[in-house]
């Protein structure tokens, strides 16, 4: 059974850095693209950044040169870090999963949309004040 698990969220200024990780459990971690989405009130979910298994990563406009996805297969961990985070990155963040069996499963992947992962952790929380 496949589980996620993300922590590291929290309360910070504007300006300032977190660092998002997402556990995985049940599955061949490096058969899986990985990515992170978010979700503020009332807003829809976003895709953040997406991580293919061949290491290619992809990123939403707004995030590009804040925030870096990276993942430890040997952990079998994903993480988000995020800098000079802005009010505006308040959301619950959420980590997801989809097993990727060639370049292009890949590619849908990193296209960063919700609907193309299968599986989802319970998210956490990223609360920025100005």
């Known amino acids: 059974q496949v589980q996620l698990v993300e922590s590291g969220g929290g309360s910070v200024q504007a300006g300032g850095s977190l660092r998002l990780s997402c556990a995985a459990f049940?599955?061949?971690?490096?058969?899986?693209?990985m990515g992170w989405f978010r979700q503020a009130p009332g807003k829809e979910r976003e895709g953040v950044a997406a991580?293919?298994?061949?290491?290619?990563?992809s990123y939403a406009d707004s995030v590009k040169g804040r925030f870096t996805i990276s993942q430890d297969n040997a952990k079998n961990t994903l993480y988000l870090q995020m800098n000079s985070l802005k009010p505006e990155d308040t959301a619950m963040y959420y980590c997801?999963?989809?097993?990727?069996?060639?370049?292009?499963?890949?590619?849908?992947?990193?296209?960063?949309?919700?609907?193309?992962?299968?599986?989802w952790g319970q998210g956490t929380q990223v609360t920025v004040s100005s």
């Open positions: 991580i293919g298994k061949n290491g290619r990563t």
């Open positions: 049940g599955y061949m971690y490096s058969d899986y693209c």
């Open positions: 997801a999963a989809v097993f990727s069996s060639s370049w292009y499963s890949d590619y849908v992947c990193r296209q960063l949309s919700h609907a193309d992962f299968n599986y």
